[in-house]
Nanobody, 120 residues
């Protein structure tokens, strides 16, 4: 299993960014996927999920309305569209693979992360 994130960068508050996570080594379309982040000096924050078909999503209150998770199963790719970015969104962003196709399943593989920095 391999998960490779990309798309991070440095931008100003209010800006937009799209992260990608290319998956390989497993049947991508059969598994829940998640985005998780870790801000400097803080623990991991699991903030968004998407089911195997892409028809059901979850967002934490901290990102709801600003970040959008999606997937393209034909391209084995998970996305995170980030709009109206705030300084509090500065973090290392990871994609994570679910261990199954049901909500609440554990996350068993992680990417290496991509850094997002929001600063004026």
């Amino acid at each position: 299993v391999q998960l490779v994130e990309s798309g991070g960068g440095l931008l100003q508050p209010g800006g937009s960014l799209r992260l990608s996570c290319v998956a390989s080594g497993f049947t991508f379309s059969s598994y829940y996927m998640s985005w998780v982040r870790q801000a400097p000096g803080k623990g991991l924050e699991w903030f968004s999920d998407i089911n195997s078909s892409g028809g059901s999503t979850y967002y934490s209150d901290s990102v709801k309305g600003r970040l959008t998770i999606s997937r393209d199963n034909a391209k084995n790719t998970l996305y995170l569209q980030m709009n109206s970015l705030q300084t509090e969104d500065k973090a290392l962003y990871y994609c994570a693979k679910g261990s199954g196709s049901t909500a609440g399943c554990a996350r068993d593989y992680w990417g290496q992360g991509t850094q997002v920095t929001v600063s004026s």
